[in-house]
């Protein structure tokens, strides 16, 4: 469970509070006992996608970088093949 301060004490002693949160804590900053805000460190960087792959939801692409661009040469049906072929249905 994360602790809570009050706007009053949190303005008293705000460098303490810092080195809290510095050390990853996370704190609910309340006003007369009403959560206002939640005082913790910021996200790390790239952290909702490392997030995402450190819960197996998503995975990093296998390849990199943009393919090759498609030309269609006034085949009106050509565009349609392409897709099915990298969807693997023909």
Known sequence: MR????????????????RRVERGERLLVTD??????ELGPPP????ALDRLIAE?????PARRG??????LDGDP????RA???????R
């Open 32 to 37: 007369r006992n009403r959560p206002v805000a």
């Open 77 to 80: 049906y050509a565009l349609s």
């Open 66 to 71: 943009l393919p090759e661009p498609l030309r």
């Open 83 to 89: 897709l099915d072929e990298i969807r693997g249905e």
């Open 3 to 18: 602790d809570s301060v009050g706007v009053a004490e949190l303005r008293q002693n705000l460098s303490r509070y810092l």
């Open 56 to 60: 197996g939801r998503v995975s990093r």
């Open 44 to 47: 790390s960087a790239g952290g």
